[in-house]
Nanobody, 120 residues
Framework: QVQLVESGGGLVQPGGSLRLSCAASGNIFRISTMGWYRQAPGKQREMVAVITSGGSTNYADSAKGRFTFSRDNAKNMGYLQMNSLKPEDTGVYYC??????????????WGLGTQVSVSS
């Protein structure tokens, strides 16, 4: 009932920037928490950043000072600004959203991911 679509990934050189977007749609009443997760080749998915409905954020140590997570509650959108990218930031980035539908059912949805590659 709730779909997430990520966009904005691509190939960038070390030191470059990318802005990822996550668009949530469907029978949404409220999104409580949005998150960005990364899965590097051969590794488990890991949290990159999460944001609450009030705008409070939490970042992985590797993302602190370089990434900024923001959201537009009215549009059900989330944005991850990634600066000073490093090769170790390479991976598939997934958006996650937790909330309540208009039928007052809880949801915990994931997008299909967007590839970020950092290489010279």
């Amino acid at each position: 009932q709730v779909q997430l679509v990520e966009s904005g990934g691509g190939l960038v050189q070390p030191g470059g920037s990318l802005r990822l977007s996550c668009a949530a749609s469907g029978n949404i009443f409220r999104i409580s928490t949005m998150g960005w997760y990364r899965q590097a080749p051969g590794k488990q998915r890991e949290m990159v950043a999460v944001i609450t409905s009030g705008g409070s954020t939490n970042y992985a140590d590797s993302a602190k000072g370089r990434f900024t997570f923001s959201r537009d509650n009215a549009k059900n959108m989330g944005y991850l600004q990634m600066n000073s990218l490093k090769p170790e930031d390479t991976g598939v980035y997934y958006c996650n959203a937790v909330g309540v539908t208009k039928m007052f059912h809880n949801f915990d949805s994931w997008g299909l991911g967007t590839q970020v590659s950092v290489s010279s």
